[in-house]
């Protein structure tokens, strides 16, 4: 167990739709990291944020917002949802930014958009 | 932007037997810290081992041991004595000052019994 936690499991909606990925980091850890795995994109970096400020931004569609709440649990925001987004969900943390810090992985949020 | 090339989708290895995935990555950066990890049919990804790339000596963690040859932008995983719990997906992974992690496609290590 990773100590971070990600809820839901799994979560199937239609398309047009709206959905929130929940993340809490392990204890202590400050730094919280989205990131999506598709059969067609790979592992992607979608998001950072640390200590409640947006730290980095990757592949971050514009349809998809994310916030860390300052008892620094994290959301994910996917809206107008399209087939496409159907996707294994990570969220990550760590203590730091730092480059060298180890992340710790959820087990992640597999949505399914029908 | 950098790049990080698993040039073996599957790998297929013997019980006892040693094993090596292969991973490359592009950069220009001197400063990077390079990873591996595992994902299970779980689907929960696991650290194996890091290596900071301004140290020379490779890093090691029990069965796990890398080769990382800075100047070829390589970095291959090396699993000694494979067991069934071994078999995963495995995934090497980049990253720079910038904080961003930057994955492989991965490879798919099997093991035979």
């Known amino acids: 167990d990773s100590g971070v936690t990600q809820t839901p499991k799994h979560l199937i909606t239609a398309t047009g739709q709206r959905v929130t990925l929940r993340c809490s980091p392990r204890s202590g850890d400050l730094s919280v990291y989205w990131y999506q795995q598709s059969l067609d994109q790979g592992l992607q970096f979608l998001i950072q944020?640390?200590?409640?400020?947006?730290?980095a931004k990757g592949n971050i569609l514009e349809r998809f917002s994310a916030q860390q709440f300052p008892d620094l649990h994290s959301e994910l925001n996917l809206s107008s949802l399209e087939l496409g987004d159907s996707a294994l969900y990570f969220c990550?943390?760590?203590?730091?930014?730092?480059?060298?810090?180890?992340?710790?992985f959820g087990s992640g949020t597999q949505l399914s958009v029908l | 932007a950098q790049t990080v090339t698993q040039s073996q989708p599957e790998m297929s290895v013997q019980e006892a037997e040693t094993v090596t995935l292969s991973c490359t990555y592009d950069t220009s950066e001197s400063d990077y810290y390079l990873f591996w990890y595992k994902q299970p049919p779980s689907r929960q990804m696991i650290l194996v081992i890091r290596?900071?790339?301004?140290?020379?000596q490779n890093a090691t963690e029990n069965r796990f041991s890398v080769n990382f040859q800075k100047a070829a932008k390589s970095f291959s995983l090396k699993i000694s004595d494979s067991q069934l719990g071994d078999a995963a997906m495995y995934f090497c992974?980049?990253?720079?000052?910038?904080?961003?992690?930057?994955f492989g496609g991965g490879t798919r290590l099997m093991v035979k019994p």
């Open positions: 992974a980049y990253r720079n000052a910038g904080n961003m992690l930057t």
């Open positions: 290596q900071e790339a301004y140290k020379q």
């Open positions: 990550a943390s760590s203590v730091t930014p730092r480059g060298g810090e180890k992340l710790f």
């Open positions: 944020y640390y200590n409640g400020e947006e730290r």
